[in-house]
């Protein structure tokens, strides 16, 4: 750490700087802070089902949220396997 690299996503944008932490993957720079948007799999944003209050992964068919351990949960109790059916 401490090392400083200068990446210039836009050549004609030279002279504004961006400082902070950030993932470059698949051509993709995502913020140190908006990394729990993203897929932990693919990378893909996340999206959110308000039906189940929890968030998935389009790409991977998955839920990015444990459910609870609470049975009387009304969203939980009825949440299917996959969140795309």
């Known amino acids: 750490m401490g ?3 200068l990446l ?11 400082e902070g932490t950030f993932l470059l993957v698949n051509n993709l720079v995502i913020a140190a802070d908006e990394i ?3 897929c932990n799999d693919c990378f893909e ?3 959110y089902d308000e039906e189940y209050d929890a968030c998935y ?3 991977c068919n998955s839920w ?12 939980c109790d009825l ?4 969140p795309l059916r």
Do not use: G, H, I, W
């Not at 210039?8 to 961006?18: E, G, S, T």
């Not at 949440?79 to 996959?82: A, N």
């Open 57 to 59: 992964c389009k790409p």
């Open 79 to 82: 949440r299917p396997k996959r």
């Open 3 to 5: 090392r400083t690299m």
């Open 8 to 18: 210039f996503l836009d050549p004609k944008m030279r002279q504004k700087q961006v």
């Open 64 to 75: 990015r949220e444990a459910a609870c351990q609470d049975p009387s949960c009304e969203y």
């Open 45 to 47: 944003l996340l999206s």
């Open 36 to 38: 729990n948007e993203y």
